[in-house]
């Protein structure tokens, strides 16, 4: 297998997702605005968001796909299908409860969320929750099905998955909102239920898959099932790898928390405009960190497991190239062409010139810390496949603390934009840590030729940075507003303009792009 085009696949299915979720978002922002309307359904949203990235895609696959992984290559496939049904049993019970218990203490957990909201938003916003809640149990058992088709290298239907939510929600904008007042409810609860049907759609797609690739989990719900499942060995481990990986994904969002507790205190507007831009800078770490996350770590832990260290440190070598190689041009596109970025993707409707600007400098703000964002997803799974979590927990735990004392520092002076300008910064501090650790252990050796591939990077950089600059001060992209098609266009166009001219400033100076190829 081709880790290149595997991690390829990845990011073209991811970029289906993030293209389909703009499309989303736009539709969101063009119909509801920045109000305060749509910043309680931007916080009931992060509610069971928080919980996936918790105990779904976070916690859980960060200690489930490295054990799984393992157990597949010391133990054999009649071992891994036992641990699969043990683990999806216990973890049926658990969201069974949890999805209860979410429902009931809704309107504590936006007053934990957004206390500074008004009556009407908060009354919506706990609303919208109840409706949402019950889609964290659809994604754990996605994230479930995610760790086990990656770990028999299907990385389609996983990485896929995310565009029928959009699809979802899409529809419900579109065709359920307008009817929702004749039903006497307000219009934007109908994301609400695009949320949860998108829920349910994205499990549903995985049954097929797992079936095909024969590891279908054995469902189980009954007290027999459970205590059998519960005495198996493999689930005790994932606990115990859970435990420091749950306080480790924790931090990370309580600091969301945290972020959006200070938001709803801003003006209106101030969440949905973190949320826009939040939106367009998850392009770039999505189809470059969680993809290259995503194939790296059942690699990482496979050959941990084998012992072979040489592979492990080439393995991360690689990945780390390819985060610079592809990060540092997002960056610079984000923090000197942010304005045209965002006027095209939400300058319609009842988004104006001042919601524009006020996403811009948001967006300003997380750029500064892209290559931070990017490598974590990288380094971590360094960690991961160690199986050591408590790492990267320690490091987390610091940088929220350091998070919170950017915030005191930047808020002021910045409003919104502080909030997402701390963030970029603590991640590159949390990649920078993280990079040391592995060096000091002598889990990571660089690979010969970084500094001459770093000049190479930063130069096409520059030249590219450039050119946007010029492209961004040199067209009225909030008086193209009446002109959609010719904005769109024109972008498409400078966009593609300044990638050529990226890679061509490369290939001028010297770089080899095919040392990027590689087999697992």
């Known amino acids: 297998m081709n880790l290149l085009r595997a991690a390829s696949l990845v990011s073209l299915l991811t970029l ?41 895609e976070g916690a859980f696959s960060q200690a489930f796909v490295p054990i799984l992984a393992a157990t597949r290559a010391k133990e054999g496939e009649d071992a891994t299908r036992l641990l699969i049904d043990a683990v999806t049993t216990v973890l049926l019970w658990a969201l069974l409860l949890t999805s209860v218990a979410g429902v009931v203490g809704a309107p504590l957990l936006v007053w934990l969320m957004a206390a500074g909201f008004a009556p009407e938003a908060r009354d919506a916003a706990v609303v919208m929750t109840r409706w949402m809640f019950p889609y964290i149990g659809c994604m754990s058992l996605v994230a479930l099905s995610a760790g086990i088709l990656n770990t028999w290298k299907r990385f389609a239907v996983p990485a896929a998955t995310p565009v029928l939510l959009n699809l979802s929600v899409i529809a419900a904008a579109w065709l359920l909102a307008p009817r929702m007042a004749d039903w006497g409810q307000a219009p934007i609860y109908a994301l609400a239920i695009g949320v949860m049907a998108g829920g349910v759609i994205q499990l549903a797609v995985q049954v097929p898959a797992l079936r095909r690739a024969g590891v279908m989990p054995r469902l189980a719900i009954g ?210 840590w993280l990079l040391i650790g592995l060096r000091r252990r002598g889990s990571y050796q660089p690979a010969p030729g970084w500094p001459g591939f770093g000049w190479r990077v930063a130069l096409a950089s520059v030249v590219m940075g450039a050119g946007l ?26 966009l593609a303009g300044a990638a050529l001219t990226y890679f061509a400033v490369l290939l001028a100076s010297g770089l080899p792009l095919r040392q990027f190829l590689r087999k697992a």
Request: positive net charge; glycine residues 8%; proline residues 5%.
């Open 16 to 56: 289906a997702s993030r293209i389909t979720g703009l499309v989303r978002e736009q539709l969101i922002a063009a119909s509801f605005g920045a109000t305060a309307l749509s910043d309680a359904y931007q916080v009931a949203f992060r509610i069971p968001n928080l919980l996936r990235r918790l105990f779904a």
């Open 223 to 432: 007290l027999g099932s459970l205590r059998a499942a519960w005495a198996h060995p493999g689930v005790h481990r994932i606990l115990r790898q859970m435990a420091p990986a749950l306080l480790g994904v924790s931090v990370a969002q309580l600091s969301l928390l945290i972020n959006t507790q200070i938001a709803s205190h801003l003006p209106a507007g101030s969440v949905s405009w973190l949320t826009y831009a939040d939106r367009l800078m998850e392009f770039p770490t999505a189809l470059l960190g969680v993809a290259l996350g995503v194939v790296l770590t059942p690699q990482l832990s496979a050959a941990q497991a084998s012992g072979e260290t040489q592979s492990y440190s080439s393995l991360l070598d690689w990945g780390l190239r390819l985060v610079l190689l592809l990060s540092t041009p997002c960056a610079v596109a984000l923090l000197v062409f942010p304005q045209p970025l965002i006027a095209v993707l939400y300058h319609y409707g009842r988004i104006d010139a001042h919601d524009v600007a006020q996403t811009v400098v948001a967006l300003r703000g997380y750029g500064a810390g892209l290559l931070g964002l990017v490598a974590v997803k990288v380094l971590a799974p360094g960690f991961y496949a160690k199986q050591d979590i408590r790492t990267p927990v320690k490091i987390s735990v610091v940088v929220l603390v350091l998070t919170q004392l950017l915030n005191l520092a930047f808020v002021p002076l910045l409003g919104h934009a502080g909030l997402a300008l701390s963030i970029g910064l603590a991640a590159c501090v949390n990649a920078l």
């Open 469 to 494: 600059a010029w492209a961004a001060q040199g067209v009225d992209w909030i008086g193209l507003r009446a002109v959609p098609l010719q904005r769109v266009a024109l972008l498409s166009a400078v």
